[in-house]
Every structure is written in C-alpha cells, then in structure tokens.
C-alpha cells in the first residue's frame, strides 16, 4: 500500500527556515516524481515544486517563481524521502503543504494519485 507521510511544518517567524519531509512507504522512491503543493483556505491547491524520479536524472520543477531560490527540494533514496527545505519564510507562504506522486512532474494536482495528508505552515510578521 502506498503511503505519504509529511512533517516539519509548524509555527514560524517570517525570515525563519523549516525543512518539511514528505516519507514514501509501499514503493521505490527512485521510480516515482514527488511534487509539493500547497493550499490555503478558500483558493485551489498550486503545485509549487516537483523532483523526478532517477530515471528523469531527478530534474527539478519550479512551478511557483516566488519560491525559486529560497526553497529547494532534495530526495534520498536510502531513507525513501524527499525534503522541502524553505528558507526566508514569508506570511504569505502561510499554507496547508502537500506531497504527491506521480510518474513523472506535473504543475497540475489532477495528474497525481497519491496524496499525503499535509503539514501546516503558519509564518508570523
């Protein structure tokens, strides 16, 4: 059974860092893309950023312009997760974040069948 398990959101100041991770159980990481999205109350969810799988060289998506740099995506294999590490937070990165997989990157959560459950970011002023 295939599963997606993300943490490391929580409280934070704006400037701050956190580094979410999205765990895969049920399959090989290295076949699948892992993209994060995220969603606040009352708008649709936007994908933000997506990792292929090794046979994609592990190419990275960048889907929302504002994150490009401050927020970088890694995946380890050894351990079947990828990271979101965010830095110089903003409160308008303030969002419910989710991973999601697929064979390979799409901006759009239609193409994806596998969800995790979400970790909440909340950055103060």
């Known amino acids: 059974q295939v599963q997606l398990v993300e943490s490391g959101g929580g409280l934070v100041q704006s400037g701050g860092s956190l580094r979410l991770s999205c765990a895969a159980s049920?399959?090989?990481?290295?076949?699948?893309?892992i993209g994060w999205f995220r969603q606040v109350p009352g708008k649709e969810r936007e994908g933000i950023i997506c990792?292929?799988?090794?046979?994609?060289?592990?190419?990275?998506?960048v889907y929302e312009n504002a994150i490009e740099g401050p927020f970088t995506i890694t995946s380890d294999s050894a351990k079947n997760t990828v990271y979101l590490q965010m830095n110089n937070l903003r409160p308008e990165d303030t969002a419910a974040y989710y991973c999601?997989?697929?064979?390979?990157?799409?901006?759009?959560?239609?193409?994806?069948?596998?969800w995790g459950q979400g970790t909440q970011v909340t950055v103060s002023s």
């Open positions: 999601a997989r697929r064979l390979r990157c799409s901006s759009s959560e239609d193409y994806y069948g596998d």
């Open positions: 049920g399959y090989a990481l290295d076949n699948h893309a």
């Open positions: 990792i292929s799988s090794i046979s994609y060289s592990n190419k990275i998506y």
